[in-house]
T-cell receptor, first 111, second 115 residues
Framework: GDSVTQMEGPVTLSEEAFLTINCTYTATGYPSLFWYVQYPGEGLQLLLKATKADDKGSNKGFEATYRKETTSFHLEKGSVQVSDSAVYFCARSQAGTALIFGKGTTLSVSS | DAGVIQSPRHEVTEMGQEVTLRCKPISGHNSLFWYRQTMMRGLELLIYFNNNVPIDDSGMPEDRFSAKMPNASFSTLKIQPSEPRDSAVYFC?????????????FGSGTQLSVL
Protein backbone atom coordinates (compact mmCIF):
# COMPACT_ATOMS: atom_id res chain seq x y z
CA GLY A 1 0.00 0.00 0.00
CA ASP A 2 0.93 3.65 0.06
CA SER A 3 3.76 4.36 2.44
CA VAL A 4 6.65 6.55 3.50
CA THR A 5 10.16 5.19 4.01
CA GLN A 6 12.87 7.05 5.90
CA MET A 7 16.49 6.24 6.46
CA GLU A 8 17.05 4.48 9.76
CA GLY A 9 18.78 6.36 12.51
CA PRO A 10 20.22 7.40 14.69
CA VAL A 11 22.13 10.03 12.78
CA THR A 12 24.98 11.43 14.84
CA LEU A 13 26.71 14.62 13.72
CA SER A 14 29.00 17.29 15.04
CA GLU A 15 27.85 20.89 15.19
CA GLU A 16 28.04 22.70 11.82
CA ALA A 17 28.04 19.45 9.84
CA PHE A 18 25.83 18.95 6.77
CA LEU A 19 22.64 16.96 7.30
CA THR A 20 20.70 14.77 4.90
CA ILE A 21 17.80 12.55 5.95
CA ASN A 22 16.42 10.50 3.08
CA CYS A 23 12.70 9.99 2.50
CA THR A 24 10.90 8.21 -0.30
CA TYR A 25 7.21 7.61 -0.75
CA THR A 26 4.77 5.49 -2.66
CA ALA A 27 1.33 6.78 -3.46
CA THR A 28 -1.30 6.86 -6.12
CA GLY A 29 -1.67 10.31 -7.56
CA TYR A 30 0.21 13.35 -6.30
CA PRO A 31 0.38 13.64 -2.53
CA SER A 32 1.50 16.61 -0.47
CA LEU A 33 4.72 15.95 1.42
CA PHE A 34 5.76 17.10 4.88
CA TRP A 35 8.57 17.03 7.40
CA TYR A 36 7.59 17.11 11.06
CA VAL A 37 9.96 17.42 14.02
CA GLN A 38 9.54 16.06 17.54
CA TYR A 39 11.63 17.53 20.34
CA PRO A 40 12.07 15.45 23.52
CA GLY A 41 8.90 15.16 25.54
CA GLU A 42 6.78 17.02 23.02
CA GLY A 43 4.33 16.31 20.23
CA LEU A 44 5.21 16.63 16.58
CA GLN A 45 5.22 20.01 14.90
CA LEU A 46 5.31 20.91 11.24
CA LEU A 47 8.76 21.85 9.97
CA LEU A 48 8.10 22.32 6.26
CA LYS A 49 5.93 21.09 3.42
CA ALA A 50 5.60 20.94 -0.37
CA THR A 51 2.38 20.45 -2.25
CA LYS A 52 3.47 19.77 -5.82
CA ALA A 53 6.38 18.48 -7.87
CA ASP A 54 9.56 20.61 -7.83
CA ASP A 55 8.29 22.68 -4.89
CA LYS A 56 10.90 23.38 -2.22
CA GLY A 57 9.82 23.65 1.38
CA SER A 58 12.10 25.53 3.77
CA ASN A 59 12.13 26.61 7.40
CA LYS A 60 14.78 27.30 10.06
CA GLY A 61 17.57 26.50 7.61
CA PHE A 62 16.07 23.14 6.64
CA GLU A 63 15.08 22.43 3.03
CA ALA A 64 13.40 19.62 1.11
CA THR A 65 12.49 19.41 -2.58
CA TYR A 66 9.54 17.41 -3.91
CA ARG A 67 11.03 15.11 -6.58
CA LYS A 68 8.31 13.29 -8.47
CA GLU A 69 10.73 11.45 -10.77
CA THR A 70 12.49 9.81 -7.82
CA THR A 71 9.47 9.90 -5.45
CA SER A 72 11.69 11.51 -2.83
CA PHE A 73 11.58 14.38 -0.35
CA HIS A 74 14.99 14.40 1.34
CA LEU A 75 15.58 16.78 4.24
CA GLU A 76 18.78 18.84 4.24
CA LYS A 77 20.46 21.46 6.36
CA GLY A 78 23.81 23.02 5.63
CA SER A 79 25.01 23.48 9.21
CA VAL A 80 23.31 21.72 12.09
CA GLN A 81 23.20 22.97 15.67
CA VAL A 82 22.91 21.13 18.97
CA SER A 83 19.37 22.50 19.25
CA ASP A 84 18.41 20.56 16.08
CA SER A 85 18.68 17.29 18.01
CA ALA A 86 15.23 15.71 17.68
CA VAL A 87 13.28 13.04 15.83
CA TYR A 88 12.34 13.93 12.25
CA PHE A 89 9.31 12.42 10.52
CA CYS A 90 8.58 12.44 6.82
CA ALA A 91 4.87 12.28 5.94
CA ARG A 92 2.58 12.28 2.97
CA SER A 93 -1.02 13.24 2.56
CA GLN A 94 -3.58 13.05 -0.14
CA ALA A 95 -7.01 14.57 -0.50
CA GLY A 96 -9.53 12.97 1.80
CA THR A 97 -7.07 10.91 3.81
CA ALA A 98 -5.08 11.45 6.99
CA LEU A 99 -1.33 11.95 7.09
CA ILE A 100 0.82 8.83 6.85
CA PHE A 101 4.14 9.10 8.66
CA GLY A 102 7.46 7.37 8.27
CA LYS A 103 9.00 5.71 11.32
CA GLY A 104 11.09 8.72 12.20
CA THR A 105 14.84 9.38 12.20
CA THR A 106 16.62 10.42 15.38
CA LEU A 107 19.22 13.16 14.95
CA SER A 108 21.81 13.76 17.65
CA VAL A 109 24.14 16.76 17.28
CA SER A 110 27.12 17.18 19.58
CA SER A 111 29.16 20.32 20.22
CA ASP B 1 -4.84 29.42 22.08
CA ALA B 2 -3.68 26.68 24.42
CA GLY B 3 -3.12 24.18 21.63
CA VAL B 4 -4.25 20.56 21.68
CA ILE B 5 -4.64 19.42 25.27
CA GLN B 6 -4.26 15.78 26.26
CA SER B 7 -4.75 14.15 29.62
CA PRO B 8 -3.37 12.45 31.51
CA ARG B 9 0.27 13.11 30.61
CA HIS B 10 1.31 9.77 32.08
CA GLU B 11 -0.74 6.70 32.91
CA VAL B 12 0.45 3.55 34.63
CA THR B 13 -2.04 0.75 34.97
CA GLU B 14 -2.25 -2.98 35.42
CA MET B 15 -3.14 -5.45 32.73
CA GLY B 16 -6.89 -5.89 32.44
CA GLN B 17 -7.80 -2.42 33.64
CA GLU B 18 -9.75 0.08 31.58
CA VAL B 19 -7.81 3.11 30.34
CA THR B 20 -9.34 6.33 29.05
CA LEU B 21 -7.28 8.96 27.26
CA ARG B 22 -8.71 12.41 26.69
CA CYS B 23 -8.18 15.11 24.11
CA LYS B 24 -9.37 18.67 23.63
CA PRO B 25 -8.65 19.89 20.09
CA ILE B 26 -7.94 23.47 19.11
CA SER B 27 -11.14 25.48 18.95
CA GLY B 28 -12.41 25.76 15.38
CA HIS B 29 -10.59 22.71 14.09
CA ASN B 30 -12.87 20.27 12.29
CA SER B 31 -10.65 17.19 12.18
CA LEU B 32 -9.22 15.15 15.04
CA PHE B 33 -6.71 12.33 14.85
CA TRP B 34 -5.44 9.70 17.28
CA TYR B 35 -1.94 8.31 16.68
CA ARG B 36 0.12 5.76 18.59
CA GLN B 37 3.92 5.91 18.75
CA THR B 38 6.16 2.95 19.55
CA MET B 39 9.80 2.23 18.89
CA MET B 40 8.98 -0.78 16.74
CA ARG B 41 6.26 0.66 14.53
CA GLY B 42 6.84 4.38 14.70
CA LEU B 43 3.77 6.63 14.44
CA GLU B 44 0.56 4.81 13.49
CA LEU B 45 -2.80 6.38 12.70
CA LEU B 46 -5.49 4.77 14.83
CA ILE B 47 -8.59 6.74 13.87
CA TYR B 48 -9.64 10.15 12.67
CA PHE B 49 -12.81 12.18 12.88
CA ASN B 50 -14.13 14.88 10.60
CA ASN B 51 -16.85 17.12 12.06
CA ASN B 52 -17.17 14.65 14.99
CA VAL B 53 -17.86 11.69 12.65
CA PRO B 54 -15.35 8.80 12.48
CA ILE B 55 -14.00 8.65 8.93
CA ASP B 56 -11.35 5.95 9.08
CA ASP B 57 -10.88 3.58 12.01
CA SER B 58 -8.96 0.92 10.10
CA GLY B 59 -5.90 1.55 12.26
CA MET B 60 -7.65 0.63 15.51
CA PRO B 61 -5.82 -2.54 16.62
CA GLU B 62 -8.79 -4.56 17.81
CA ASP B 63 -12.13 -4.42 19.57
CA ARG B 64 -10.46 -3.55 22.86
CA PHE B 65 -9.93 -0.06 21.45
CA SER B 66 -12.74 2.43 20.99
CA ALA B 67 -12.83 6.17 20.30
CA LYS B 68 -15.59 8.73 20.60
CA MET B 69 -16.06 12.36 19.78
CA PRO B 70 -19.32 13.49 21.41
CA ASN B 71 -18.78 17.13 20.45
CA ALA B 72 -16.35 19.38 18.64
CA SER B 73 -14.26 20.07 21.73
CA PHE B 74 -13.69 16.64 23.22
CA SER B 75 -12.61 13.14 22.27
CA THR B 76 -11.72 9.98 24.17
CA LEU B 77 -9.72 6.88 23.32
CA LYS B 78 -10.59 3.91 25.52
CA ILE B 79 -8.78 0.61 25.93
CA GLN B 80 -10.69 -2.14 27.72
CA PRO B 81 -9.15 -4.41 28.84
CA SER B 82 -5.61 -3.07 28.57
CA GLU B 83 -2.61 -5.30 27.81
CA PRO B 84 1.16 -4.77 28.19
CA ARG B 85 1.55 -4.53 24.40
CA ASP B 86 -0.63 -1.40 24.47
CA SER B 87 2.21 0.46 26.19
CA ALA B 88 3.07 3.41 23.95
CA VAL B 89 2.75 7.17 23.60
CA TYR B 90 -0.68 8.14 22.32
CA PHE B 91 -0.98 11.45 20.48
CA CYS B 92 -4.02 13.45 19.61
CA UNK B 93 -3.85 15.99 16.78
CA UNK B 94 -6.29 18.39 15.18
CA UNK B 95 -6.50 20.40 11.99
CA UNK B 96 -8.81 22.81 10.24
CA UNK B 97 -10.09 20.27 7.73
CA UNK B 98 -9.24 17.05 6.01
CA UNK B 99 -8.21 18.31 2.63
CA UNK B 100 -4.85 16.68 2.17
CA UNK B 101 -2.77 19.80 2.63
CA UNK B 102 -3.62 20.69 6.17
CA UNK B 103 -1.19 21.26 9.00
CA UNK B 104 -1.63 19.01 12.00
CA UNK B 105 -1.29 20.37 15.52
CA PHE B 106 -0.23 17.73 18.02
CA GLY B 107 -0.77 17.49 21.73
CA SER B 108 2.08 16.54 24.06
CA GLY B 109 0.92 12.94 24.20
CA THR B 110 -0.05 10.44 26.89
CA GLN B 111 2.65 8.00 27.93
CA LEU B 112 0.81 4.76 28.73
CA SER B 113 2.47 1.92 30.62
CA VAL B 114 0.51 -1.28 31.14
CA LEU B 115 2.16 -3.59 33.67
Amino acid sequence: GDSVTQMEGPVTLSEEAFLTINCTYTATGYPSLFWYVQYPGEGLQLLLKATKADDKGSNKGFEATYRKETTSFHLEKGSVQVSDSAVYFCARSQAGTALIFGKGTTLSVSS
Amino acid sequence: DAGVIQSPRHEVTEMGQEVTLRCKPISGHNSLFWYRQTMMRGLELLIYFNNNVPIDDSGMPEDRFSAKMPNASFSTLKIQPSEPRDSAVYFCASSTRTGGNEKLFFGSGTQLSVL
